[in-house]
Nanobody, 127 residues
């Protein structure tokens, strides 16, 4: 497993931008596919975006396509989530997660695929 620490959350106005970071330590970062999930109050945790070990492949839930971009820098053991055109419905706690095995949208988007999770960072979008 890897240890994950998110940062970058905060309060932003409708239409604004934020960049979340997730720093990893422990086992070799580049051997893990990474994902971002979010959980709004009273709702289940949902998949937001995923990225393959090399960064070649990325996956997004439909509600964030064209607005969010996931990326990673294996030299810095960090994965990012650039969030643009934010909407109030994007308000949630955002979590990064690591998995040693994911290969398609189904596996990236499934929370049980991941064996390491961060503590979360809160994002609030005001209307």
């Amino acid at each position: 497993q890897v240890q994950l620490v998110e940062s970058g959350g905060g309060l932003v106005q409708h239409g604004g931008s934020l960049r979340l970071s997730c720093a990893a330590s422990g086992r070799t970062f580049s051997s893990y596919a990474m994902g971002w999930f979010r959980q709004a109050p009273g709702k289940e945790r949902e998949f937001v975006a995923g990225i393959s070990r090399s960064g070649t492949w990325t996956y997004y839930t439909d509600t964030v396509k064209g607005r969010f971009t996931i990326s990673r820098d294996n030299s810095k053991n960090t994965v990012y989530l650039q969030m643009n055109s934010l909407k109030p419905e994007d308000t949630a706690d955002y979590y990064c997660a690591a998995t040693p095995s994911a290969w398609d949208y189904s596996s990236y988007s499934s929370a049980p695929s991941y064996d390491s999770w961060g503590q979360g960072t809160q994002v609030t979008v005001s209307s």
